[in-house]
């Protein structure tokens, strides 16, 4: 199954992506290659983030004029694909991941859409390889899709790396719609942390109800 928006029809959702730009090959090969994973029960289904999302966050990485980027959470490698397409020729992407084994799929479609030399790639938890970064204003754009009950650790983290304006997106903040009725840690992590930023004198703050939600944070 495709990922898609949660709130989206299967017959919306494809009215949406073709009303948008389309993922090229080497994307859609990657969205294939992942849903193949997702069918041999060898990845969860979830994990990827819709193609709307990926085309959106493109889109964003131009018009912001993003020249540094950090992504927390890379797994098979689309939704940095798609950041990494939006840098200019001297942009970076540095993406924080712990395994070795989904970035390696990653790795291959880098190197095949010709992007390998924009993105690297640190593993190892992203808690401690974001704590070694230097705390200097950095990066302009910042994507966390990783562990949930460490998103506010990651935000944290990530103010003072991020440049005046520097936007922050955090993924899955509407878990798939549970933050009305939270069933597990990750739902309660989620809850927590959406009205703890709705309230953070830091960062300009509005939850974009795309795909599972997707929180976009503006630093002040
Ligand atoms: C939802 S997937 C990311 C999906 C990816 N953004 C995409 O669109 O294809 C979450 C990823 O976070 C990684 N992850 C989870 N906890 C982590 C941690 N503490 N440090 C680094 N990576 C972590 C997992 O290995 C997994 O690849």
């Known amino acids: 199954m495709t990922p898609r928006s949660f709130l989206l029809t299967p017959e919306l959702a494809d009215y949406v992506r073709a009303s948008s730009e389309r993922p090229d090959d080497v994307a859609a090969d990657l969205l294939a290659e992942t849903a193949a994973m997702a069918d041999r029960g060898e990845v969860p289904p979830t994990f990827q983030i819709a193609p709307e999302q990926g085309t959106f966050m493109q889109l964003l990485t131009r018009a912001l004029g ?88 990651y935000v944290d983290q990530l103010h003072p790396r991020m440049t005046d304006g520097g936007v922050v997106l955090l993924d899955n903040t509407l878990r798939n719609g549970r933050v009305l009725d939270p069933q597990n840690d990750d739902d309660r992590a989620l809850v927590e942390l959406n009205a703890a930023l709705a309230a953070d004198p830091r960062w300009e703050t509005v939850l974009l109800p795309l795909s599972d939600g997707l929180t976009m944070l503006r630093r002040r």
Request: net charge negative; charged share 25%.
């Open 66 to 153: 993003v020249r540094r980027a950090v992504e927390i959470g890379t797994f098979t490698g689309y939704s940095a694909l798609c950041v990494a397409r939006g840098l200019p020729d001297d942009g970076s992407l540095l993406c924080l991941d712990t395994s070795e084994e989904w970035t390696a799929v990653a790795r291959r479609y880098w190197a095949r859409a010709g992007l390998a030399d924009r993105i690297e790639l640190r593993l190892g938890d992203a808690h401690e390889s974001l704590r070694a970064l230097p705390a200097v204003q950095t990066f302009d754009l910042a994507f966390v899709d990783a562990d949930k009950t460490g998103y506010a650790d």
